[in-house]
């Protein structure tokens, strides 16, 4: 989902599902980027980083797709389970420029698995 | 334990008081973040510090002010709270280097009346 306004984008899926979240980004300086999971009550939890070298990473259960051209960047979910359930961010950073260190957060997307 | 740890964790208060919310880490990193999360705007970085000698403001710092008093310890004030500040808030750390992540505590969630 993209960003809309004020309203988080959300996904809903059934347990076992692929699920999918998409980012936009807005600096095409950027070359550095992150997925953060956030449950609720808690503070944001790294998931995956990848670098703009890079057009895939892949973790456990976790793959990161970075598109440049189109300043796009995904994170998909493989077997979705209801311990995924959070809101999902993601950051990015010119790492190797002036803004290293500083991330800017998109707004999120909430996803939901329904048992 | 945590290894970045805020206190108080949610903290009441009212229009025009002095504030201050308290990070500690024992990551052993040198950079330390604060954020405030509003719902549907993500986090936004308030100021941000790189050793114990350095500030720097960052996205949204009218009306707050930090203190980086030993590399484990960085503080966030609010010198006279407005309602607009009720928020989520977040501390962070990273280790030095650009390609590393951030690691966050559990928030502090405040209250302007």
């Known amino acids: 989902g993209e960003s809309v306004g004020l309203h988080l984008p959300t996904l809903s899926v059934q347990e076992g599902d692929n699920s999918i979240i998409n980012c936009a980004y807005s600096?095409?300086?950027?070359?550095?980027f992150i997925w953060y999971k956030q449950e609720s009550g808690k503070g944001p939890q790294f998931i995956i980083d990848?670098?703009?070298?890079?057009d895939k990473r892949q973790g456990q259960r976790v793959t990161v797709l970075l598109n440049k051209t189109v300043k796009h960047l995904s994170l998909q979910i493989a077997a979705t389970q209801p311990g995924d359930s959070a809101v999902y961010f993601c950051?990015?950073?010119?790492?190797?420029?002036?803004?290293?260190?500083?991330?800017?957060f998109g707004q999120g997307t909430i996803l939901t698995v329904h048992p | 334990d945590a290894d970045v740890t805020q206190t108080p964790r949610n903290r009441i208060t009212k229009t025009g008081k002095r504030i201050m919310l308290e990070c500690s880490q024992t990551?052993?990193?040198?950079?330390m973040y604060w954020y405030r999360q509003d719902p549907g705007l993500g986090l936004r970085l308030i100021y941000y510090?790189?050793?114990?000698?350095?500030?720097n403001k960052g996205e949204i710092s009218d009306g707050y002010s930090v203190s980086r008093q030993a590399q484990a310890k960085f503080s966030l004030s609010l010198e006279s709270a407005i309602p607009n500040q009720t928020a989520l808030y977040f501390c962070?750390?990273?280790?030095?280097?650009?390609?590393?992540?951030?690691?966050f505590g559990p928030g502090t969630r405040l209250t302007v009346l």
């Open positions: 600096n095409s300086a950027s070359d550095y």
């Open positions: 962070a750390t990273s280790s030095g280097g650009s390609y590393n992540e951030q690691f």
């Open positions: 510090s790189f050793d114990v000698k350095d500030i």
């Open positions: 950051a990015e950073t010119n790492a190797g420029g002036t803004s290293y260190g500083k991330l800017t």
């Open positions: 990848i670098r703009s070298n890079m």
């Open positions: 990551k052993g990193h040198d950079r």
